[in-house]
């Protein structure tokens, strides 16, 4: 399924875009999508074991993903991946 | 103290002449009106830093009339605060942020009863200050302190106002309500020390934490006069450079050591939690990495001994520079690292050491042996070995 990733800046520098159109059946197979775009984008989004990481929550829509499934949540067409990691500046 | 409008109103004080005509627009209001601002007067409200997110903070709490405020800070002001930190002036450089806050403070709303607290928040003093406030408001500058805030709320059960900016984006929620979720419901664990750069290292948009600081001075008198609808079960996300404000849903984790299982039953080690050696976002200094003086660095420079690799951003660059580099912003060192030589001794330079403190581990992973922080970074080079250039 189609749908678009949205970077936060501290991000999107690695994939030269706030937000990108990226493909597949799950939030699994979009970060591997755009992992496979831009590897330097991939240690960041997920683990060596290819799972997210605590400080890196998902949005898929506005639902938190670890309550749908984690990255095996189901995407449909048109949805928004938005990437929103821990920043503790003050 | 924090009441909500369904609840019967309790004994608050009254408000003198003075303060019925400071507050005119507050009591024209109908959602505030007299007893909203009584409310206002009557509450407690605890600020956790007087930096970028606690300047907006104190000075528009004082101005609503929040009649008692606690202040949270061992920090002295300094010329680089003054972008941002609109609680502290000019005169104020080098003096405690807590006196300079207090006189800013006193001069917007003398009504206000101030008290500050000139220490590190610790898991030993923590439930300690917090337990004798109705709100409290994280706008501190580190991980472990942020969990540390949020576990003390829990464990009070007072709400926590949270903000947090980085160069242009910012968070902000309302943590620890009765049934809402905590800090620990959005993000289960820091991220290792070193990975997200602090404002020091990786700047900040001078308006950005008066925008969130703000946004949480205003979910803090809403929750002290029980109207609209507060942030708690969402977060706001706020991109300054794409002028987009967005909120998504922070659920309440059933597993959530902190308010879900609740097994999390006192205060811990939240240096250790976060795997860091210090505190404060500039300071986060590593062992076992080699350094060397700038006095050192520049004798063995000049007898061609040593190459510097500076890991600085280009735009750095133009500020302050150092003699004879080779330059390698820190974000492309993996990429380049094969074109680094190993049979020469590697001085690695940033801004005040950090960061090349980084860029020394990552080369030393990569099985380089002859690599060198260069201590201070171009600050200490600029004190000791040029001063005609300038700090930033």
Redesign the interface.
């Known amino acids: 399924m189609p749908a678009t990733l949205f970077l936060p800046a501290i991000l999107a520098k690695l994939a030269d875009a706030k937000q990108l159109e990226v493909t597949g059946a799950t939030v699994g197979e979009l970060v591997a999508d755009v992992s496979a775009r831009y590897p330097a984008l991939e240690p960041r989004l997920r683990d060596a074991s290819g799972e997210p990481y605590p400080y890196v929550t998902f949005y898929l829509n506005d639902e938190d993903i670890r309550f749908h499934g984690g990255f095996a949540a189901t995407v449909n067409e048109g949805d928004e991946l938005t990437v929103v990691p821990a920043i503790a500046g003050g | 103290m924090v009441t909500h409008s369904q609840q019967p109103p309790r004994d608050l004080p009254a408000l003198t002449h003075e303060e019925i005509l400071r507050y005119s627009r507050h009591l024209i209001l109908p959602d505030v009106g007299v007893e909203g601002q009584r409310k206002l007067k009557a509450a407690r409200v605890l600020l956790i830093?007087a930096?970028?997110?606690?300047s907006p903070l104190a000075l528009y709490l004082s101005a609503a009339g929040v009649g008692h405020i606690g202040l949270v800070d061992f920090d002295i002001v300094d010329l680089t605060n003054l972008q941002r930190q609109v609680l502290h002036g000019t005169s104020d450089v080098g003096t405690s942020k807590l006196v300079s806050a207090r006189k800013r403070i006193a001069e917007v709303n003398p009504h206000v009863e101030l008290t500050t607290y000139d220490v590190p928040l610790t898991s030993e003093n923590a439930l300690g200050i917090f337990k004798d406030y109705d709100i409290v408001v994280?706008?501190?500058?580190?991980?472990p302190t942020?969990y540390l805030v949020n576990d003390a709320c829990v464990l009070l059960g007072i709400p926590n106002v949270y903000?947090?900016?980085?160069?242009?984006?910012?968070?902000s929620s309302v943590f620890a309500t009765k049934d809402g979720p905590c800090y620990r419901c959005?993000?289960?664990?820091?991220?290792p020390p070193g990975l997200?750069p602090?404002?020091a290292e990786?700047g900040?948009l001078g308006v950005l934490?008066g925008l969130v600081g703000t946004l949480q001075a205003t979910e803090t008198i809403k929750l002290i006069l029980g109207i609209g609808e507060s942030l708690a079960g969402r977060?706001l996300?706020i991109?300054t450079?794409?002028a987009t404000f967005?909120?998504?849903?922070?659920?309440k984790?059933p597993n959530c050591p902190a308010c879900g299982t609740r097994t999390l039953t006192t205060l811990i080690d939240y240096e250790q939690f976060c795997g860091s050696p210090h505190v404060g976002?500039d300071q986060k200094m590593s062992f076992n990495i080699p350094e060397i003086t700038p006095i050192d660095a520049a004798a063995r420079l000049a007898k061609g001994e040593i190459d510097i690799i500076d890991v600085r951003e280009p735009h750095e660059l133009e500020i302050a520079h150092y003699p004879k580099v080779t330059a390698v912003p820190l974000?492309l060192l993996a990429a380049q690292i094969a074109a680094l030589p190993r049979d020469r001794d590697l001085v690695l330079a940033c801004r005040t050491g950090a960061r090349s403190a980084k860029a020394v581990q990552q080369l030393q992973a990569a099985g380089f042996t002859r690599v060198w922080n260069l201590a201070g970074g171009i600050h200490r080079w600029i004190d000791e070995v040029d001063p005609t250039q300038p700090k930033y």
């Open positions: 830093g930096g970028g997110l606690g994280d706008g501190t500058d580190n991980f942020r903000g947090s900016i980085y160069r242009f984006e910012g968070q959005l993000y289960p664990e820091p991220p997200v602090s404002c990786g900040v934490p977060l996300l991109d450079l794409g967005r909120t998504v849903k922070v659920r984790d976002g974000g």
